[in-house]
């Protein structure tokens, strides 16, 4: 496809159980970002990848939170025993660099609510 | 950590009028980005900045990057019913010499009124 595709779109989880998100980045882009957008706020930080390399998770909330990107191209973010504070919209974004924050090209997100 | 504080919080106007909306720190910045997130998308990039005091245009927007990098504006002309949205600033947190990672600020959330 031509821009970031994210699966699902919406995804309701009772609390405690495991949850996948999905991310395609555009083909041949090199870093690969997760950000969480709670209601109300702006995107904040999770992780990044450059090429298949998780070279900064430091804004995963708590270890229950974990990315992978194992080819380089798309990544799963998996967040087990979801808690009801997890509830948020999680942006997947690809850049074609590896530095350079202005490039960044977002998907729409996969809006994750926890009952 | 660096925080930007984003003002008004929301905006109601009428068609064909200008708006103006603003962004502040406490840090320096030495990029400023403006995005634009429309319901159930992800935030679409409108202008970047660079250098203190450069003024940059796209379209109708005019976006400056304020001369102490604390601060940077965005400016909308003649506004249209699809400019409804919110409007993010954001810049790199600069963390460790990097600058892929952004901070954002709260957003505008701007009305139009046909």
């Known amino acids: 496809g031509a821009g970031v595709s994210q699966s699902p779109r919406y995804k309701v989880a009772k609390r405690g159980q495991d949850v996948a998100l999905r991310c395609d980045p555009i083909?041949?882009?090199?870093?690969l970002f997760w950000y969480q957008q709670a209601l109300g706020q702006g995107p904040e930080f999770l992780t990044y990848?450059?090429?298949?390399?998780?070279?900064?998770k430091s804004g995963l909330p708590s270890d229950r939170f974990f990315a992978e990107r194992p080819e380089g191209s798309v990544s799963t973010l998996k967040i087990q025993r979801t808690q009801q504070e997890d509830s948020a919209v999680y942006l997947c974004?690809?850049?074609?660099?590896?530095?350079?924050?202005?490039?960044?090209?977002f998907g729409s997100g996969t809006q994750l609510s926890v009952l | 950590g660096q925080q930007l504080n984003q003002s008004p919080q929301s905006m109601f106007i009428q068609e064909g009028e200008d708006v103006s909306m603003n962004c502040t720190s406490s840090?320096?910045?030495?990029?400023w980005l403006w995005y634009k997130q429309e319901p159930g998308e992800g935030p679409v990039l409108l202008i970047a900045?660079?250098?203190?005091?450069e003024l940059t245009s796209n379209g109708r927007l005019t976006a400056q990057f304020g001369i102490t990098r604390k601060d940077s504006f965005l400016n909308i002309s003649a506004s249209i019913p699809s400019d409804v949205g919110i409007y993010f600033c954001?810049?790199?947190?600069?963390?460790?010499?990097?600058?892929?990672?952004?901070?954002f600020g709260k957003g505008t959330l701007l009305t139009v009124n046909p």
């Open positions: 974004a690809s850049s074609p660099t590896g530095t350079g924050a202005e490039k960044l090209f």
């Open positions: 083909s041949g882009h090199v870093s």
């Open positions: 990848f450059q090429n298949e390399a998780q070279l900064d």
């Open positions: 954001a810049g790199p947190m600069n963390s460790g010499g990097s600058n892929y990672k952004l901070t």
């Open positions: 900045l660079y250098k203190a005091g």
């Open positions: 840090s320096i910045f030495n990029t």
